[in-house]
């Protein structure tokens, strides 16, 4: 009797494990990194480079950002999930530099 529940108590471990393992793993394939390129027109002097770098790191989904005074552009890597343009756009806006246009690569 004793093997039997074992044996019972086993399976159900190994189920709740391999379950819990695929969640985790779809998880992780739901976050999709987008990268967007966004002018800012008003971005011209180095003081404006380190605002942006001092701020925009620190929404929530950004994962790299790249910061061109001589393009006035800023690159951002993001996950979908966690962010969107719109939102670093507004972001961007607050710190004084409205964004003019979009470039997005999937």
């Not at 942006?52 to 929530?60: C, S």
């Not at 607050?94 to 999937?106: A, C, I, Q, R, S």
């Amino acid at each position: 009797m004793k093997k039997i529940r074992f044996i019972i108590f086993a399976t159900v471990a190994m189920i709740m494990a391999t379950s819990f393992t695929a969640e985790a793993q779809n998880k992780k394939a739901e976050k999709r990194e987008v990268q967007v390129t966004l002018s800012v027109p008003d971005l011209d002097c180095p003081n404006c480079v380190k605002k942006i770098e001092a701020k925009i790191p620190h929404e929530k989904g950004v994962k790299d950002l790249k910061v061109s005074l001589e393009n006035r552009t800023v690159w951002i890597s993001y996950e979908e999930n966690k962010t969107n343009v719109e939102t670093l756009s507004r972001a961007l806006d607050k710190l004084g530099f409205p964004v003019k246009t979009t470039e997005k690569k999937d």
